[in-house]
């Protein structure tokens, strides 16, 4: 069975302020794939990032940073000098590397508020 | 370019009332089709999915059903509504290659009064 675990219901920083988003994952798959999505208010999802399991380079793209753990299977997510447009909820996921429908099984979420 | 369109934004149905979401996709051909369901606590539960037209799997069990007639046209649909059919409705398409990530629709907000 999958699992995604993000333990931190919410998140509230002041704004300028780094922030890390945490999420561990459990499978039995060698071979899989971890997402991330950002849902604004406006409630569509938005993807962020996806990273094979093969590779635990780290990833960065502007202000957002992704922290690839295999030994301890967690991906965590960091945003460093947070604005108030990062408020959202932001979701970890996980999908096997197999034929078929690929199913994507999501945390339960995040929720990150930044104060002016 | 890749679109997916989902309709209606909200919808606000009494209990008993059937109810029919629609999804589309376009830019695309072939793709797999996935309905969502966002209750109260935020958690994403998958309901439905589809690799191809008239194949649906049905995650778990429930008042609704999905069809696809098309092959980018996803329909979430119910005969009679209950309280618990309540939440915010994602329609969401993949392509079939192994690292292709999902794309998400804006979302039916729906509340069953």
């Known amino acids: 069975a999958q699992k995604v675990t993000q333990a931190q219901t919410e998140i509230s920083v002041v704004e300028k302020e780094d922030v890390t988003l945490d999420c561990v994952y459990e499978?039995?798959?060698?071979?899989?794939?971890l997402f991330w999505y950002k849902q604004p208010p406006s409630g569509e999802l938005v993807f962020l990032i996806r990273?094979?399991?093969?590779?635990?380079q780290n990833e960065i793209s502007g202000r957002y940073s992704w922290n690839f753990q295999k030994s301890t299977s967690s991906f965590n997510f960091t945003i460093t000098a947070s604005q108030v447009v990062d408020s959202a909820v932001y979701f970890c996921?996980?999908?096997?590397?197999?034929?078929?429908?690929?199913?994507?099984?999501f945390g339960q979420g995040t929720r990150l508020t930044i104060n002016p | 370019s890749q679109t997916i369109h989902q309709w209606p934004a909200t919808l606000v149905q009494p209990v008993g009332s059937p109810l029919s979401l629609e999804c589309t996709v376009e830019?695309?051909?072939?793709?797999?089709l996935y309905w969502y369901r966002q209750a109260a606590g935020r958690g994403l539960q998958l309901l439905f999915y589809s690799v191809g037209i008239g194949q649906i799997s049905s995650e778990v069990p429930q008042n609704l059903s999905a069809s696809r007639p098309q092959d980018r046209q996803f329909i979430l649909s119910s005969k009679k509504l209950l309280l618990s059919d309540s939440g915010f409705y994602l329609c969401?398409?993949?392509?079939?290659?192994?690292?292709?990530?999902?794309?998400f629709g804006n979302g039916t907000r729906l509340t069953v009064t």
């Open positions: 499978t039995r798959d060698t071979t899989y794939y």
């Open positions: 996921a996980l999908s096997p590397i197999i034929q078929g429908a690929q199913k994507l099984v």
């Open positions: 990273r094979n399991s093969f590779d635990e």
């Open positions: 830019g695309t051909s072939n793709p797999n």
């Open positions: 969401a398409w993949r392509a079939r290659s192994y690292n292709s990530p999902l794309h």
